[in-house]
């Protein structure tokens, strides 16, 4: 069954043979309720799914964005746990397009009007690993002491940032670095980011709302990536956060790869879409939008 968190504070974590996991989501020291939502379908035998671990950061008053982020996290694992075996990149475009409809629909309502949310999901299929994307949560790939961003943020700092009207540095302290550009319930469809990459023995992947990242570096992550077990570094990256005052919700899951993973039904059909990789600039390359 899927597992996901809850408002407030959520701890989990796993070990298979093929990869060992763990997530954490707070809700910082400055806000009273966590609007970001986790969860993680990982299941103990393999199945024509898929191991798939989802982070979504709500947006919205009065607890509405609180609202978004668990919807959109239960249709995505509930889609992906349920649905007809599908290759890793439909089945994700599957979820997510569910998902949107999900939050869409309950924006409807008076008491949830304007809500959406971030997503940043990563399927685990064959030796191969799949992002589906929408927002400014991030997915990284830790391997060999490289920390690589493998998401690109959809909000108007990002987008300054990559048309170089801005620094690096300009961007940290922007004032509208949290205005997003795109995110998932704020219309009837939504574009998805769907890109791939190869996985190998002893990578390690990161996913976190932007209450982490925007607090810990990548060589920080790369480094707590490096000691210990799935489930200590995860309790250290959060603990770091919260050291530094967390004004904002932290949510983060760390998923490292012990060997291949075993090949699904699903993932038998191999998808045209991108490979990650790094520009000469150092930031993520833009991957493939849902456009289908």
Request: glycine share 10%.
């Amino acid at each position: 069954m899927p597992q996901t968190g809850s408002p407030g504070t959520r701890s989990a974590h796993g070990e298979l043979p093929q990869l060992s996991w763990a997530l954490r989501s707070h809700p910082g020291m400055m806000r009273p309720e966590n609007e970001d939502f986790v969860g993680a379908y990982v299941p103990s035998e393999p199945d024509e799914h898929g191991a798939l671990f989802v982070v979504a950061d709500g947006m919205g008053g009065h607890a509405a964005g609180e609202v978004a982020s668990r919807l959109a996290v239960e249709a995505v694992l509930g889609t992906w746990a349920t649905g007809r075996p599908l290759p890793p990149h439909q089945a994700l475009r599957a979820a997510a397009r569910v998902a949107n409809a999900t939050v869409f629909a309950a924006s409807l309502d008076s008491e949830h009007q304007g809500m959406g949310t971030t997503l940043t999901a990563l399927a685990l299929s064959g030796n191969e690993a799949y992002v589906a994307h929408i927002g400014d949560s991030r997915a990284y790939l830790v391997r060999k002491k490289e920390c690589t961003q493998l998401t690109s943020d959809h909000s108007r700092v990002a987008e300054m940032l990559r048309m170089r009207l801005i620094t690096p540095e300009q961007a940290a302290i922007h004032p509208a670095r949290s205005m997003l550009t795109r995110s998932l319930g704020s219309g009837p469809g939504v574009r998805v980011d769907l890109s791939r990459a190869q996985a190998e023995p002893g990578d390690a992947f990161v996913l976190c709302s932007d209450g982490l990242w925007d607090l810990v570096s990548r060589g920080e992550i790369t480094n707590e990536i490096g000691r210990g077990s799935a489930d200590d570094a995860a309790e250290k990256l959060l603990q770091a956060g919260l050291e530094r005052g967390a004004p904002d919700n932290i949510t983060v899951i760390v998923v490292r790869l012990n060997g291949g993973l075993p090949a699904s039904q699903s993932g038998r059909d191999r998808p045209r879409l991108p490979f990650f990789r790094r520009a000469r600039n150092g930031s993520p390359s833009v991957v493939a939008d849902d456009d289908e």
